[in-house]
């Protein structure tokens, strides 16, 4: 069975500075994975996915994530953050060799500091 | 991407009764999820709805308690029955993508039972 894991549950950044919010998974097959945001009183808007290819994934508003496949890690990373950017996240995995449902990891929430 | 509709966007009910929530999809799908999510926390599956089919319920949820209707490949339905302060929740509706990845939400529907 697969599973998700966020290790943080907030992750406070500054302004402009670089933000990472961390993924690992665990899947049988191979991994399809994907990264979610929820801004507040909003649903969950996709932001990106890994599902073959490039290691480095590139999404919407300027997010992209490197799935690393020795450490099972797909984290999430932006350059410069904005005060905009802070939002609950969610990491999800699928497996690709079956026909299974999406996982979603407990989520982090992310405030960026002006 | 599929654009997702959800009727009704928030609702107040009292003890014992039900609410039906609406989901209307811009596109025709094959497969429909619900989910329910508590405010802050991570998303969990009640079931899977193919049109034309009945719906496949997870651990923990069963067709007395949400029933679901797929009339056609645009729309469903959930109902909440009989309802507990415990279903206090947020109710999303999604879609599949058309490459069979990723998911599309639903803006969700906030429900507050009393």
């Known amino acids: 069975a697969q599973s998700v894991a966020q290790p943080e549950d907030q992750v406070n950044v500054a302004e402009g500075n670089p933000l990472t919010v961390k993924c690992t998974y665990s899947?049988?097959?191979?991994?399809?994975l994907f990264w979610y945001v929820q801004y507040p009183n909003r649903g969950l808007q996709f932001l990106l996915k890994?599902?073959?290819?490039?290691?480095l994934v590139k999404g919407s508003y300027g997010f992209e994530a490197e799935f690393n496949k020795s450490q099972t890690s797909f984290h999430l990373k932006k350059p410069s953050a904005l005060v905009s950017d802070s939002a609950l996240y969610f990491c999800?995995?699928?497996?690709?060799?079956?026909?299974?449902?999406?996982?979603f990891g407990k989520g982090t929430r992310l405030h960026i500091l002006p | 991407s599929a654009v997702i509709s959800q009727k009704p966007s928030r609702d107040i009910c009292q003890r014992g009764t039900s609410l039906t929530i609406q989901c209307q999809v811009d596109s025709q799908v094959t497969m429909m999820f619900w989910y329910r999510q508590q405010p802050g926390q991570s998303l969990t599956l009640i079931a899977t709805?193919?049109?034309?089919?009945?719906?496949?319920?997870e651990s923990g949820f069963v067709i007395d308690k949400f029933p679901i209707s797929r009339p056609n490949l645009t729309f469903s339905t959930l109902t909440v029955s009989n309802m507990s302060p415990e279903d206090s929740s947020i109710y999303l509706c999604?879609?599949?993508?058309?490459?069979?990845?990723?998911?599309?939400f639903g803006p969700g529907t906030r429900l507050t039972v009393t």
């Open positions: 890994y599902i073959t290819g490039d290691n």
């Open positions: 999800a995995v699928r497996d690709g060799n079956r026909d299974d449902k999406i996982i």
């Open positions: 709805a193919n049109q034309g089919s009945e719906a496949t319920y």
């Open positions: 899947v049988s097959g191979n991994p399809y």
């Open positions: 999604s879609v599949e993508g058309g490459g069979r990845y990723e998911q599309y």
